[in-house]
């Protein structure tokens, strides 16, 4: 059964830090790893989508970097502003009918 | 597109009471989803459709709840009775590609009192 961990919950940030957000999968027999955002109250909007056969992909301030092997992802944030105060889901599609299975998330806040 | 729309936005409901989840997808998406979130669990599938079929309803907590999708614009999540444990908010999402990244809805944001 796949597994999706994110570590720390929270964090917290002064603005201007460049941060990265980490994320961790226990079967690494995955078709592609998406990384989230959702803010207070709302649904999820997605940020980044990497395939199985990519390294990385950027958006933007974002960069997202996947490492099958070792079962592992990293979000980017260069430059942090307030605005990008929100929980960040990382999701990892796995099996032959795009199951996607999602960590709890991280929290973070960027102060101003 | 208008994206994936989700009603209602909050329900409130007495337990023992019947409570409907509506969701129409994007127009194309082939995958409808349905997800719970708490802050216990995080977020959790419950069940997905692929071209109106139900193909994994594995996530369902147990026979209170049931899903449907009579066409492929149109979805709903039912639960009943209804219990307070069953407080959450409910996502709704669609893909037309499983490479292809998911769109979700804003949610419906469920209270059994």
């Known amino acids: 059964k796949q597994e999706v961990t994110q570590i720390p919950a929270a964090l917290s940030v002064p603005e201007g830090e460049n941060l990265v957000l980490n994320c961790s999968f226990t079967d690494s027999a995955i078709y592609n790893l998406q990384w989230f955002r959702q803010d207070p109250g709302k649904g999820l909007t997605s940020l980044l989508l990497?395939?199985?056969?990519?390294r990385e992909q950027t958006s933007g301030r974002l960069n997202a970097s996947l490492d099958k092997s070792s079962g592992r992802s990293t979000l980017y944030i260069a430059a942090s502003q307030p605005g990008d105060s929100a929980t960040y889901l990382c999701a990892v599609s796995t099996g032959a009918n795009s199951k996607l299975t999602f960590g709890k998330g991280i929290t973070l806040s960027v102060r101003p | 597109d208008a994206g994936v729309i989700q009603s209602p936005r909050h329900e409130v409901t007495e337990m023992g009471q019947e409570v409907t989840l509506r969701c129409k997808p994007i127009?194309?998406?082939?995958?409808l989803f349905w997800y719970r979130q708490t802050m216990m669990r995080g977020l959790e599938l419950l069940i997905y459709f692929n071209n109106n079929v139900p193909i994994d309803d594995s996530g369902m907590p147990e026979d209170r709840f049931s899903a449907k999708m009579p066409n492929a614009s149109f979805s709903t999540l039912k639960i009943q009775p209804s219990e307070p444990r069953d407080s959450a908010v409910y996502f709704c999402?669609?893909?037309?590609?499983?490479?292809?990244?998911?769109?979700f809805g804003s949610g419906t944001r469920l209270t059994v009192v």
């Open positions: 999402a669609s893909s037309w590609d499983r490479d292809y990244g998911y769109t």
């Open positions: 990497i395939q199985s056969s990519q």
């Open positions: 127009s194309g998406h082939d995958y």
